[in-house]
């Protein structure tokens, strides 16, 4: 099995001003138990997205 070499791809980023990101951070473990590789996205940084930042 070879794997399609390409040119250009087209995505969308942001800058991540975090030195250091644990990997957890990036997808937490609970969210890493699914048997297919769907769905990561709605998870990605999922507690920094949902945690209540205090001062506003």
Known sequence: MS???FK???SSCIPLPVEN?????IIPA?????????GF??????DWR???KKNR
């Open 41 to 46: 996205g709605e998870n990605l940084f999922r």
């Open 21 to 25: 990101v644990d990997t957890d951070q």
């Open 8 to 10: 250009t791809i087209v």
């Open 30 to 38: 609970r969210f890493l138990k699914a048997t297919t590789r769907e």
């Open 50 to 52: 949902y945690t209540i």
């Open 3 to 5: 794997i399609e070499k």
